[in-house]
């Protein structure tokens, strides 16, 4: 189908309220409702009231799931029975494979070789069968499309798809739910599916709720495109948030453009200290990309902002928790 004809299908975006609505419904039997913690230790520390999203705790150890479960419980049975591709390095892959487990169908995962090894396990204990490409896209791509012809399987993308950017909105309507004073919400960008489920729903129930997006200096394509009024691709990524190197898609440009209020950038120290706060202020375990939003809060450029001094009830996506922390867990051996 036509990216023009993806697009208007659902009018001016490739989903709205009512395709998150459809997918809350097609999910809710799945997926869990996942918690939504405070600190006032972190408050302070913010100068705000912060409102941990815990993705982390969603099935899979992200909140890729609800997109990834949403698309495969969305494809007709004739569809569905020569089962799913995708090409991704983390999240994504393990998600599709759960999904595609619950429908008793296949998931080809097509994975490059540098994938983190906890992400790579996670596709095996939900059963997906790896396929592994070279670590560039071109690779990762030509590797699928040899599958997709030897298998007839449906390709699904991480986040340039309107199933799975409806999915990821489901996370609005529950947080918005258990947290209604909320007046802004920060979440990861990477392709965008994530920020753009999140905008469409959340500025649909209140139009004057500002959405942040948080990405690594590593890889600011998102911050630039914004700044271009034009998708930018860069030419290489480097960053510790092994989740956030793919760039906006023609799908999610528009909905970024449009909705996301402003990209806020900050370095991988930044983004470890969070990981750090997390864990030894809420107690739990998240990785590089799922801390980033609380690292964005607590950066100077937001801080010193004028534009954001208003915000006063922020929602944070801590969007995932699969990190390897083999070295970590090496350095209490003695
Ligand atoms: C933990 C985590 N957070 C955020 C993202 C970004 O999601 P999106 O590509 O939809 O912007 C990803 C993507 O893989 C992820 O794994």
């Known amino acids: 189908m036509e990216v023009e004809e993806r697009q208007t299908r659902k009018g001016k975006y490739a989903a709205d309220i009512s395709s998150i609505k459809e997918a809350e419904a097609r999910i809710r039997p799945f997926i869990h409702k996942t918690p939504v913690l405070s600190s006032e230790s972190l408050d302070a520390l913010s100068g705000r009231r912060l409102f941990f999203k815990c993705e982390l705790f969603q099935k899979g150890g992200a909140f890729k799931f609800r997109g990834a479960c ?4 969305s494809l007709h049975d004739d569809q569905a029975t020569k089962g799913v591709v995708t090409h991704s390095s983390g999240n994504h892959a393990a ?3 759960l999904a595609a487990k619950l429908r008793g169908i296949p998931a080809y995962i097509v994975v490059p070789k540098n994938a983190p090894k906890c992400k790579v396990e996670n596709v095996k204990r939900y059963g997906g069968q790896i396929i592994w490409s070279e670590p560039n896209m071109q690779s990762r791509e030509s590797t699928a499309a040899k599958v997709l012809q030897d298998t007839g399987a449906v390709l699904l993308h991480p ?3 309107g199933r799975i950017i409806s999915g990821q909105g489901t996370i609005s309507l529950e947080l918005l739910e258990q947290a209604p004073q909320i007046d802004t919400i920060v979440a990861p ?5 994530l920020i753009s489920g999140v905008a469409l729903a959340a500025k649909t129930i209140n139009p004057a709720i500002r959405v942040l997006a948080a990405e690594p200096k590593g890889a600011n394509d998102a911050a630039q495109s914004k700044a271009a009024g034009k ?3 860069l030419p290489e990524t480097n960053t510790v948030a092994d989740g956030l190197r793919a760039f906006i898609g023609d799908l999610t440009w528009p909905v970024i ?3 996301v209020d402003d990209v806020i950038t900050v370095e991988d120290n930044e983004i470890i200290e969070a990981m750090k706060l997390c864990y030894e202020i809420l107690k739990i375990g998240v990785e590089p990309s799922g801390a980033i939003g609380l690292a964005a809060v607590l950066s100077s450029s937001f801080r010193e902002n004028p534009a954001w001094k208003d915000c006063s009830h922020i929602g944070i996506i801590l969007s995932g928790g699969n990190v390897d922390l083999g070295v970590l867990w090496d350095s209490f051996k003695r």
């Open 70 to 73: 949403n698309a495969v419980f």
């Open 95 to 97: 998600a599709l494979s």
């Open 159 to 161: 986040y340039n798809d």
């Open 189 to 193: 960008i990477s392709g965008g599916g």
């Open 231 to 233: 998708i930018v691709t």
């Open 257 to 259: 453009r449009d909705l």
